[in-house]
């Protein structure tokens, strides 16, 4: 089964500290006040998490323990990747999940479309669809899911930050060398230095 802890410090790579741009829409609160984003979380998320619009000063204030929790209730719990067999296919779906909001119905579409399933399009991780990510072939899912990741951030046609999305799905392949040593310092199993 995958484990949050072996997808935490891919989700720490990909996300940063501090940002306050104004072409990244997720900076912005309800009230339409650019605050920024922290840790990955962005603003209007934030606020679904606070209850109210938050200022800068809430956002810069994001701890890591905060974030770390977040990410793992809202993410990956939603996702059920404590549920999905192989690691790699639960990193990709969520972090989809994380940047777009769409990882469990991209891995419907590509479920069926690729792998012959007949699953509801719903955005929601339910029992069909567990069976289904948990009965294909790990490799050639993944593989596909993330062809299809950078397609879905061609078609958004955004230049600003194509680039940094597609690097991140670089992140996201199968066997990727950070997410084995961060399995290996999980389970605490490190090579000798000759």
Not at 167 to 183: C, E, H
């Amino acid at each position: 089964m995958a484990i949050y802890s072996l997808y935490e410090p891919l989700l720490k790579a990909a996300e940063g500290g501090f940002q306050k741009i104004p072409s990244d829409s997720g900076n912005y609160n309800s009230l339409r006040q650019l605050v920024g984003t922290n840790r990955g979380i962005s603003a209007k998320r934030w606020e679904e998490e606070i209850n109210r619009p938050p200022t800068e000063n809430d956002m810069r204030s994001i701890t890591k323990d905060q974030a770390k929790e977040f990410f793992k209730v809202h993410y990956w719990d939603v996702c059920k990747a404590d549920k999905i067999f192989d690691q790699y296919v639960a990193n990709t779906i969520v972090d989809m999940h994380v940047n777009a909001w769409n990882g469990a119905e991209l891995a419907q579409k590509v479920l069926n479309q690729y792998f012959g399933k007949d699953l509801v399009i719903d955005n929601k991780i339910g029992k069909n669809t567990l069976n289904a990510l948990n009965s294909v072939n790990a490799r050639a899912f993944v593989d596909i899911f993330n062809q299809e990741r950078v397609k879905y951030y061609k078609e958004e046609n955004n230049p600003e930050w194509l680039p940094i999305w597609l690097n991140r799905v670089k992140d996201f392949g199968y066997q990727n060398a950070k997410l084995f040593w961060a399995s290996m310092f999980v389970i605490g199993f490190f090579l000798p230095i000759y």
